[in-house]
Nanobody, 126 residues
Framework: QVQLVESGGGLVPAGGSLRLSCAVS????????MAWFRQAPGKEREFVAG????????YYANSVKGRFTISRDNANDTVHLQMNNLKPEDTAVYYC???????????????????WGQGTQVTVSS
């Protein structure tokens, strides 16, 4: 059974930092592209950042480019999201997701990810 477990969310003031982690079990982690999405109240889930299976390429939404960094630790089956200079508009539930096909290319479309974590709340106060 594939499981994704996120951790690291919390409440921070604007300008602060948080590091999210997502531990994956039940599949060969190194074969799958990974991504982070987020969903704010009353809004649709949106792509935040993605990383290829080998970690050689990363992709970011324009709204977080230059502030967030996605990385993966293939030795420990974990993907991270370092979030710096947080803004109130970053407040959302953050989800990690695993691409639905091994060795597939990166995508920002949520429909192409078949396993999701339970979500972790990030709240940025102004």
């Amino acid at each position: 059974q594939v499981q994704l477990v996120e951790s690291g969310g919390g409440l921070v003031p604007a300008g602060g930092s948080l590091r999210l982690s997502c531990a994956v079990s039940g599949r060969t982690f190194t074969n799958y592209a990974m991504a982070w999405f987020r969903q704010a109240p009353g809004k649709e889930r949106e792509f935040v950042a993605g990383i290829t299976s080998g970690g050689g390429s990363t992709y970011y939404a324009n709204s977080v480019k230059g502030r967030f960094t996605i990385s993966r630790d293939n030795a420990n089956d974990t993907v991270h999201l370092q979030m710096n200079n947080l803004k109130p508009e970053d407040t959302a539930v953050y989800y990690c997701a695993s691409r639905n096909m091994a060795y597939s290319s990166f995508s920002s479309r949520a429909a192409l990810y078949d396993y999701w974590g339970q979500g972790t709340q990030v709240t940025v106060s102004s």
